[in-house]
């Protein structure tokens, strides 16, 4: 593999790998550096992962491990999940944005920080990242009934609550 | 798209048994139409998804971060010196096999000697005058050795002496 071709075909995967470490850490700095060591590492072993048949799991797989470090590590906690969540919020489009709109964001932000952690990065992977049930179980290192089974259970969870914001008129009275 | 659509697309994302091509047909539908008010949260769901990924990036100072530090270790790691050094460590590696292997073989040949060295010795009482010659002449060269240390225990006789005097 050549630079070149590692711009083309690895690099562009840094937002999938940088959101996907974030969900684990909760932080942006944390996340940014387990995004580029997984990119130096893969950068590192480019001749021998160049036959594998999802360069992106790989470095997907290698992101999670990493995370998973880093929180075992644990020189940090996961309480910054909440000051990004602030963050974020304050990066909607404008001041006018509607404050309902604007509850509600935070309301779902809420609902899947809620989720236990496999359905919800079952959940993310699926519904953010778009991928496909195989891979997600190569991902994560479960059998494919058990993304399947995640999956619904999230989604159910989220389609209950989702109705129960509705019926209390947080988005808007019927 | 017509609302009866949506509805049933939704009951079928909601027991997850969406193709990513309906789930990508959702995402569209609630990224651009005005949806009735039953479909309010979930719409916000989907669009929740989408700002996730339109706001959580990395910018392009990453990547010049990243191809700078990849650059550096492609000079570092650059195959042909390290080739290099492997075939001179392969060449050492033969020259000292081959060493050890012209090294080895004479003590071999050597005891064999010592093997033929007594059958050369059919008449046992001439293999016996022999020996007893060697053992002599081994004897006689120790005794002229312990003679010599005589001399030394007298020089340390001396310096106890010497000592004992202080």
């Known amino acids: 593999m050549v630079l070149e071709e590692f711009k083309n075909s690895v690099l562009p995967v840094k937002n999938k790998l940088y959101r996907f470490a974030l969900r684990f850490l909760g932080n942006e700095d944390e996340a940014k550096d387990v995004v580029q060591e997984v990119l130096i590492k893969a950068w590192d072993r480019r001749e021998e992962i160049q036959g594998y048949h999802s360069i992106e799991a790989w470095c997907m797989r290698l992101t999670k491990n990493l995370s998973l470090n880093k929180l075992k590590s644990g020189h940090y906690s996961r309480t910054m999940m909440l000051e990004e969540e602030d963050r974020y919020d304050s990066a909607q489009d404008s001041p006018y944005t509607s404050t309902e709109t604007h509850d509600v964001l935070t309301n779902i932000q809420r609902l899947l920080g809620r989720l236990p952690e496999k359905q919800r990065l079952v959940l993310e992977l699926r519904d953010i990242e778009g991928y496909a049930y195989q891979e997600i179980s190569d991902i994560l290192g479960i059998d494919l009934n058990q993304v399947k089974v995640n999956l619904f259970r999230a989604r159910q969870t989220l389609k209950k609550q989702l109705i129960s914001i509705d019926a209390y008129g947080l988005t808007n009275n019927r | 798209m017509d609302l009866q659509t949506i ?6 994302y909601w027991n997850a048994e969406t193709t990513p091509e309906e789930e990508a047909t959702l995402r569209q539908y609630f990224s651009e139409h005005e949806v009735p008010r039953h479909l309010q949260g979930v719409a916000q769901l989907f669009r ?9 990036k990395l910018d392009a100072a990453f990547d010049d971060k ?3 530090e990849i650059s550096s270790r492609k000079s570092r790691f650059d195959w042909q010196p390290f080739l290099r050094i492997a075939a001179v460590l392969t060449l050492f590696l033969m020259a000292a096999l081959l060493l050890k292997q012209s090294l080895l073989p004479p003590p071999e040949t050597e005891q064999v000697k010592v093997v033929q060295a007594e059958d050369t010795y059919t008449d046992p009482r001439l293999a016996y005058e022999q020996t007893k010659q060697a053992l002599l002449l081994v004897s006689s060269l120790m005794n002229e050795g312990t003679q010599h240390i005589e001399e030394l225990e007298k020089f340390s006789e001396a310096q106890e002496t010497i000592k004992s005097e202080k």
């Open chain 2, 7 to 12: 509805d049933e697309l939704l009951e079928k």
């Open chain 2, 48 to 56: 929740q998804y989408q700002a996730d990924q339109h706001f959580k």
């Open chain 2, 66 to 68: 990243v191809l700078k």
